[in-house]
């Protein structure tokens, strides 16, 4: 198995930086902004990716755990199949006046170049989550940052 | 082992690209402005990253392999315990109008936290090498883009 491995630091408390990743309307200001479903362990959360109109992409994750202020951990339903089966999972701890999140996207069954392209995006992303908490804009899909011809 | 992956891809030519990889010039350009030594396979080369005159590491790598415009291979000689005898390789091919860049930085040890943090650094890294190669100007150290308060 490989893993996916992102460290973030975040200048603002823990609680602001789980409210962005443990709720349908947080996510959506950082991942992509069609993203809607549960805030509760053991609830689905669906993330959808379009580009001009057009379907990329949809993810349905499984909520496995919501640790407040500390942990949110999804597992893939149904999506890309690399990605199905394989858990994402954001821990959170403080240090400084940081909130640091070990981002781990953990199960990959091959390192294809899905995942190389995945890796890359995650961080965009992560950097996103970080601008949205630290000055309320983030750059979520279908606005992100691209970083190549990918689709 | 445990390996760094990325993907990205840059709006140019692949001699475009391979300049700002196979040269110390090239490197100065996007990943850190204290880059020095040789542009030949066999030689050295030195990467120095600083903030505000105090110095945060020193990266001595062997240039391992140079194929022109395809690929960049440097071993790492000295530096962070973590990088010591690891390999970063930059393989590039061509796709649409893009050059893509297939990272690696592989041979980790351990899948440590200061691996989470190079992975991120590696793509705001590469970012800064897109921007360098598509609009001339990169955003090497010591003027990177922070994500954390990691030292």
Redesign the interface.
Known sequence: MF???????IKASSAKVYQALATPEGVAGWWTAETTGDKKAGGMITFRFTDQGRELGVFDMKILELGTDARVVWQVVSGPAEWVGTTIRFDLKQ??D?T?I??KHEGWKE?V?F???C??KW??F??SL?SLVETGKGQPSPHD?K????H
């Open positions: 893993d996916i491995l992102h460290r973030v630091g240090e400084d940081f640091i070990l981002f390192p170049e995942m190389y392209h890796n890359t961080a965009t992560l950097m970080k940052v970083i190549s011809n990918w």
